[in-house]
């Protein structure tokens, strides 16, 4: 579970160094974060094969066009939902950190999308393994409380994101729980594409635009 939930990020700060050395810096750092990602899902192959359990356990749901719409129709209320988050985050006086000024900057040059787009589609595929596949399912098979599981993941999941700042936190926690009640309606699969849409707008989109209003 531990894997699962911190591993990787626990990790993350050894590949940075190795990058860091490597003479790796600015956009293409961001990197480490999804190199660590690999390696703790290496590990939970391997947790899973030792459970005598496969990837049919976490990755589950239907996959359809129906469940494509509905995760879109949940991303568009996490954006409105963002929106006032990030509003009330300023009235609280919370700050920014150091990813949110990096992504809300753009990019300095066209080759940096790669960097962003690796991070952003890596981090919807593994994220989505992680704290809704495997985490919420083994929880609920050791506690039998599906709300502590969902809330466990949710807390784990905003927590990942402290290099964001506080208030992209907050705007995290609620992104969360909607992408958990999408993956408790509908499976991973419909959590997946609420992830990965997202992170192509914010990873992709979003970063090209910023080049053309240089």
């Known amino acids: 579970m531990a894997v699962s939930l911190i591993g990787f990020w ?8 190795l990058m860091t050395s490597l003479g790796v810096s600015g956009v293409w750092a961001v990197l480490s974060y999804t190199l660590a ?5 290496a590990l939970l192959l391997l947790i899973m094969r030792w459970e005598n359990s496969g990837l049919g356990t976490v990755w589950f749901g239907d996959k359809g066009l129906r469940t494509f719409l509905e995760s879109l129709a949940f991303l568009a209320a996490a954006w409105v939902l963002w929106g006032f988050l990030y509003w009330l985050g300023g009235q609280l ?21 790669i960097a962003f787009l ?29 709300i502590l599981s969902a809330a466990t993941s949710i ?8 290099y964001f700042g506080p208030r992209i936190m907050l705007c995290i926690l609620g992104w969360a729980i909607l992408d958990t009640w999408l993956f408790l309606r509908r499976g991973t699969y ?15 989109l979003f970063p090209a635009l910023s080049l053309l209003r240089r």
């Open 155 to 162: 807390a784990f999941f905003t927590l990942l994101h402290l």
């Open 93 to 113: 006086g919370l700050g920014t950190g150091y990813l949110e000024e990096l992504t809300r900057r753009g990019l300095n040059q066209p080759s940096e999308i």
């Open 10 to 17: 626990m990790i993350t700060p050894l590949y940075r160094e």
């Open 37 to 41: 990602q690999v390696t703790g899902f």
């Open 118 to 146: 690796i991070w952003g589609i890596s981090a919807a595929f593994f994220e989505e393994t992680f704290y809704r596949g495997y985490s919420i399912t083994r929880l609920y098979s050791l506690t039998g409380s599906l």
């Open 190 to 204: 419909a959590s997946f594409y609420y992830h990965l849409v997202n992170n192509l707008l914010v990873y992709g």
